[in-house]
């Protein structure tokens, strides 16, 4: 046998490895402030803290939160209205002397408290008041640039904090934004599995089966996401946790973000502040469903269960706009293949638009 026969032969090296980054400490449930202070103390982050929030979210939540933990922690507030690079700078020169980070608000500011968490290389708790999308868990967080959002690596928080109680008094519109964030874990999914079989990108199982199974447990309890109840907010920050897990596993947001995505982002450059995260990946859940040839009634009848918008009409945003959106979106982080890399031409874009938006 020759030598390169013999090489042939010889099995492949297994050469694969991947750092995985969980939330330590998950603490959700009713009236669980309380808890911060073991939280703190389990995973011995020190005494001082900076904590990131809102205006509204300070009254809301971030006021208890420093008065439960300035017992025993120095915690300085620090607002932060919205998600930018100077914000992002300033929080950095805030919390130069801090052991930790907490954030505690929505999306924008939990973001913003991840991103300054990873610059800084320190912990950040996150304590979620809404639950508006699966970046209350992730590593990943997203910067409003010049040119629409950019997606940044981040820290993923070493402990969630999520009040039922205060995630449920927030206005519904935010929790079903949510479960769409969800529910688009379902294309994102099958986008990921199409950039398989296409081009080869490896996908991982236990991602997808966790992503997959987080999306149907939702879609199945769909009836019992009701408007200010703690059960509702606790079925939906599970889930989110849930998602924020199978991006871990993964190492990116490939199970929970495909071309209903890049749709979203599209849509956040066209038309910007019209729609909220969650809600225009519901709507582009249900064109991309329509082009993988699955059940895009099932996802549309579930959105609407939940009371999460269907069509762009619905979000103040034209026809014509989610055209461009659709069209737009192969070209958004164009590495991520979609089923929106399939050859849309914008004759097919503008039936879509009319058939599945108008039924
Ligand atoms: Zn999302």
């Known amino acids: 046998m020759s030598a390169d026969a013999i090489k042939l032969l010889k099995p492949k090296v297994f050469d694969k490895s991947r750092w995985m980054q969980f939330p330590r400490d998950v603490v959700i449930g009713h009236d669980v402030f309380g808890q911060l202070p073991s939280v703190c103390n389990d995973l011995k982050l020190g005494k001082t803290a900076l904590m990131i929030s809102g205006r509204s979210t300070m009254e809301l939540a971030g006021n208890r939160v420093r008065e439960i933990l300035s017992e025993h922690h120095e915690v300085t507030p620090f607002f932060a209205e919205e998600i930018s690079r100077p914000i992002i700078k300033a929080a950095e020169k805030a919390a130069a002397d801090a052991d930790f980070i907490i954030g505690v608000g929505g999306g924008r500011v939990i973001d913003t408290a991840k991103i300054v968490s990873y610059n800084l290389d320190i912990q950040f708790i996150s304590v979620p008041t809404a639950a508006s999308h699966d970046g209350i868990a992730s590593s990943r967080a997203s910067v409003a640039t010049e040119g629409g959002h950019s997606s940044l690596e981040a820290q993923p928080p070493i402990a969630i904090v999520a009040d039922t109680g205060i995630i449920a008094s927030a206005p519904h519109r935010l929790l079903a934004s949510g479960c769409a964030d969800i529910i688009s874990n379902y294309t994102a999914i099958l986008d990921w ?12 199982e236990y991602a997808i089966a966790l992503s997959k199974m987080t999306a149907e447990i939702l879609v199945k309890n769909a009836h019992l996401i009701k408007p200010h109840q703690e059960q509702s907010a606790w079925f939906v ?45 519901g709507i582009g859940t249900i064109i991309s469903m329509y082009l993988h040839g699955g059940d895009w009634r099932g996802i549309r009848a579930s959105l609407k269960t939940i009371g999460a918008p269907v069509t762009p009409a619905e979000v103040g945003i034209d026809d014509d706009i989610a055209v461009e959106a659709l069209l737009m979106a192969k070209d958004i982080r164009p590495e991520r293949f979609t089923i929106f890399d399939m050859g849309l031409t914008r004759e097919s874009a503008e039936n879509l638009v009319q058939m599945l938006y108008r039924e």
């Open 237 to 281: 920050i599970k889930a989110l946790v849930s998602s924020g897990v199978a991006m871990s596993i993964a190492g990116s947001s490939r199970p929970a973000s495909g071309g209903e995505h890049k749709f979203s982002h599209a849509l956040d450059r066209l038309a910007p502040g019209k729609a909220l995260h969650g809600e225009s990946c």
């Open 193 to 204: 599995e199409l950039a398989n079989r296409v081009k080869g990108e490896p996908v991982s």
